[in-house]
């Protein structure tokens, strides 16, 4: 089962405006992750965040979290063309072991 | 670092036969993933080692599948028969300290069964 959902499921947007994508959660978390996957490639991790934080910053990255609402945000601000990717949310349900959500398909038009 | 390697990148086979893919983690990692995505039903993890003992199999879907990690340093997958619903990607993943931190994954064998 999918631990983590993103919304919107996908998102079309134009050079330099901000891209914010959502990611919900069901069961408490120790950690929550971001990953993103260009086409026809592997998962790569872009930031981390730990319940007891509330938001953390990665150059164009801002990642939010709420573990009241168990949701979490991932903002990439002056998106570029190269930002064109599938984002995942991925939540630590239990130890050892990560759950990915179906992810956010980001388009950026140049 | 190489990062994490798998092989082959591309597989296409028929229904009935044998499959193996093959993993090689970062070097000093503990844990090992594998993973398998499709457009139906996401990424979903299949097994997950540590120290090179299966740690969590919930995941395999039928006795089809097999993982093995006899050192460090290589773990296969293994489908056999393998079926046409078989076809997705593989990944395999790695991470040190607690699996729960950050995975970096290989570039993935994509599987088609004809």
């Known amino acids: 089962s999918q631990q983590g959902e993103e919304d919107p499921q996908a998102l079309s947007i134009q050079e330099g405006e901000n891209a914010t994508m959502n990611c919900s959660y069901k069961?408490?978390?120790?950690?929550l992750q971001w990953y993103r996957q260009n086409s026809g490639r592997g998962l790569v991790h872009l930031i981390l965040i730990r319940s007891n934080e509330r938001e953390k910053h990665s150059g164009r990255l801002r990642v939010t979290l709420d573990t009241s609402k168990k949701s979490s945000s991932l903002l990439i601000t002056a998106s570029r063309a190269a930002d064109t990717a599938s984002y995942f949310c991925?939540?630590?349900?239990?130890?050892?072991?990560?759950?990915f959500g179906q992810g956010t398909i980001l388009t950026v038009h140049p | 670092d190489a990062g994490v390697i798998q092989s082959p990148r591309h597989e296409v086979t028929e229904m009935g036969q044998e499959v193996t893919l093959r993993c090689k983690p970062i070097?000093?990692?503990?844990?090992l993933f594998w993973y398998r995505q499709t457009m139906m039903r996401g990424l979903e993890l299949l097994i997950y080692f540590n120290n090179n003992v299966p740690i969590d199999d919930s995941g395999m879907p039928e006795d089809r599948f097999s993982a093995k990690m006899p050192n460090a340093s290589f773990s296969t997958l293994k489908i056999q028969p393998s079926e046409p619903r078989d076809s997705a990607v593989y990944f395999c993943?790695?991470?040190?300290?607690?699996?729960?931190?950050?995975?970096?994954f290989g570039p993935g064998t994509r599987l088609l069964v004809l």
């Open positions: 991925a939540t630590d349900e239990r130890y050892g072991k990560l759950t």
């Open positions: 993943a790695s991470s040190t300290l607690r699996g729960q931190e950050t995975q970096y």
């Open positions: 069961t408490s978390i120790n950690n």
């Open positions: 070097s000093g990692h503990d844990y």
